[in-house]
C-alpha cells in the first residue's frame, strides 16, 4: 500500500468520523432516508400506485380516505405528492451521476493537459456555456427534445457538468505536479492511465460534494421546467402539482399546492443540511 493511499485512506476516516459527529448533517441524512423509502415503495409498487385514479369528488377536504384531499377532478392528492417523490429522486440521481461523471472525465483531462489544445477546448466550451442564462439555455435545450422522454436530463446534464469540470481540472493542475505523478511518468505509465487511476481518485472528495449539490439543483430544476411545460409528460412531479394548482389557489383552494411545497422544501433543504455537513467533513483544511 502507498503512502498516498494510505493518506487517503486516513483522511477518509477522520471525514467519516466528523461527518457522523455532525446531528444537524445526520439529521439531514436521515431526512433523505425517509425520502428514498418512500420513493423506493413508489418503485416497488407498494404505494402511490392510483395516484392518476379519480377516487373522490372535486377539492374534497382531507380525511381518512383521502389525507390531503382531492384535486380538481378527484385524484388524491396524497398519492400524487408521494409519487412525486419517486419522480424527484429519479431525475436528481440521473442526473447528478450522470454529470458529475462528464465533469469528472472533462475536468481531469482539460486538467492534465492545462495549456495545451485540449484544455483550451474544454475552458472555451464552459465559458460559452457559462455566458447563456442557465434556466434559458435548459429551456431551450429542453424545448428542441420536447417529445423525447430524456430531454429534461440531458437539458440539466449538459450545464450542470460544468462547476464539476472547472473544480476537478484547478485540483488536477494541482495534483499533476506531486512526485506520486512524476514517478507514474518515469516509469513509463500512459497518460490516461495516470489521469484515471491514479490522479482522478483523489478528486473523489470533490466529486461527491457536488454530486449532492448538483441533486439538489436537478430536482429545483425540474419543478420549475414542469411548472413551464417542458418538464415531466408521462408522470406525475410536484411541478406539475404546482402548475395544476394554479388556478385552483385563485378559488382557495390550496391543498395540491401545499403537498408538493411542503414535501420539496422538506428533501431540498434536508439534503442541503447534508450537503454541506459532508462538504466541511470532507474539507482537508478542517479534517485534523
Do not use: C
Amino acid at each position: 500500500m502507498t503512502e498516498t493511499t494510505t493518506r487517503r485512506q486516513s483522511l477518509w476516516s477522520k471525514a467519516a468520523w466528523k461527518l457522523r459527529r455532525d446531528r444537524f448533517g445526520m439529521l439531514g441524512l436521515a431526512v433523505v432516508a425517509a425520502y428514498f423509502l418512500a420513493a423506493v415503495g413508489v418503485w416497488l409498487g407498494l404505494w402511490a400506485t392510483g395516484w392518476g385514479d379519480v377516487a373522490g369528488g372535486k377539492w374534497e377536504a382531507p380525511s381518512a380516505a383521502h389525507w390531503f384531499g382531492t384535486n380538481l377532478i378527484g385524484q388524491d392528492i396524497f398519492q400524487r405528492s408521494i409519487y412525486s417523490i419517486s419522480t424527484a429522486f429519479e431525475i436528481g440521481l440521473v442526473v447528478a451521476v450522470l454529470s458529475t461523471l462528464l465533469g469528472a472525465v472533462l475536468g481531469a483531462v482539460a486538467g492534465f493537459f492545462s495549456g495545451r489544445a485540449t484544455d483550451e477546448l474544454v475552458v472555451w466550451l464552459m465559458g460559452v456555456l457559462d455566458s447563456i442564462p442557465f434556466y434559458l439555455l435548459v429551456a431551450a435545450i429542453a424545448f428542441a427534445l420536447e417529445g423525447n422522454p430524456w430531454s429534461m436530463h440531458v437539458a440539466m446534464i449538459s450545464t450542470f457538468w460544468i462547476t464539476t469540470a472547472r473544480l476537478v481540472r484547478g485540483e488536477v493542475i494541482k495534483l499533476k505536479g506531486l512526485e506520486f505523478v512524476e514517478a507514474a511518468h518515469a516509469i513509463g505509465v500512459p497518460e490516461y492511465t495516470i489521469i484515471f487511476r491514479h490522479i482522478l481518485p483523489n478528486t473523489f472528495h470533490i466529486l461527491l460534494v457536488q454530486s449532492t449539490i448538483t441533486f439538489v439543483a436537478a430536482i429545483k430544476s425540474e419543478v420549475i421546467l414542469s411548472f413551464l411545460g417542458l418538464g415531466v409528460k408521462d408522470g406525475m412531479s410536484w411541478g406539475l402539482m404546482i402548475s395544476e394548482s394554479t388556478f385552483e389557489v385563485l378559488a382557495g383552494f390550496f391543498n395540491n399546492f401545499l403537498a408538493a411545497s411542503v414535501l420539496m422544501f422538506g428533501l431540498v433543504m434536508a439534503f442541503s443540511i447534508f450537503s454541506d455537513a459532508l462538504q466541511d467533513a470532507l474539507d482537508p483544511r478542517q479534517v485534523s
